[in-house]
T-cell receptor, first 112, second 115 residues
Framework: GDSVTQMEGPVTLSEEAFLTINCTYT??????LFWYVQYPGEGLQLLLK?????DKGSNKGFEATYRKETTSFHLEKGSVQVSDSAVYFC???????????FGKGTRLSVIA | GAVVSQHPSRVICKSGTSVKIECRSL??????MFWYRQFPKQSLMLMAT?????????EQGVEKDKFLINHASLTLSTLTVTSAHPEDSSFYIC???????????FGQGTRLTVV
């Protein structure tokens, strides 16, 4: 079945550092790819998405490119802030009634 | 983006009582809703998938008589934890999706504490 593998955390960075969180996937079809963010005590918020190969999703300074050749969707941000501290989940989805497939999540802590 | 409202955000109940959690899609029709459970510092564990007007499909190991799911309309699904016990204490999150869309939108989560 479909699966998502993302780098394990926790990741601790200083403010203004460059962030990369790796995510790779396996899927039989052509899924859409997502990054969700979860702040402490809250549900998940959609951060960005890409629906086909070579699409780049971007939001709030974060970006990720759908790479079909490497089956990857790595999350990047050029300069992180303390407010970016959260857990980040990579996920994929096919059409239909099937649930999203999530990675295990990566906890990011940004220190001032 | 679309809004999913989950209520209550926090609930404390006594052991042996039942608790109902509501999940509403406010501005779209949720043909499919998903219920997750999340343990501290862990990923989401899918409990069940429900399609409007149909019985929920439970994941292996999830007791359907304990976690009752109803999806009676295109904007509302409920999860009832029956005869709750302390081990049911957890963070429960709902997610909703409309027909033809790949992305899902999440509620704010419900922190259940059974004492």
């Amino acid at each position: 079945g479909d699966s998502v593998t993302q780098m394990e955390g926790p990741v601790t960075l200083s403010e203004e550092a460059f962030l990369t969180i790796n995510c790779t996937y396996t899927a039989t079809g052509y899924p859409s790819l997502f990054w969700y963010v979860q702040y402490p005590g809250e549900g998940l918020q959609l951060l960005l998405k890409a629906t086909k190969a070579d699409d780049k999703g971007s939001n709030k300074g974060f970006e990720a490119t759908y790479r079909k050749e490497t089956t990857s969707f790595h999350l990047e941000k050029g300069s992180v802030q303390v407010s970016d501290s959260a857990v980040y989940f990579c996920a994929l989805s096919d059409l239909g009634n099937t649930p999203l497939v999530f990675g295990k999540g990566t906890r990011l802590s940004v220190i001032a | 983006g679309a809004v999913v409202s989950q209520h209550p955000s926090r609930v404390i109940c006594k052991s042996g009582t039942s608790v109902k959690i509501e999940c509403r899609s406010l501005d779209f029709q949720a043909t499919t809703m998903f219920w997750y459970r999340q343990f501290p510092k862990q990923s989401l564990m899918l409990m069940a998938t429900s399609n409007e007007g149909s019985k929920a499909t439970y994941e292996q190991g999830v007791e359907k008589d304990k976690f009752l799911i109803n999806h009676a309309s295109l904007t509302l699904s409920t999860l009832t934890v029956t005869s709750a016990h302390p081990e049911d204490s957890s963070f429960y999150i709902c997610s909703a999706r409309s027909s033809g869309n790949t992305e899902a939108f999440f509620g704010q989560g419900t922190r259940l504490t059974v004492v």
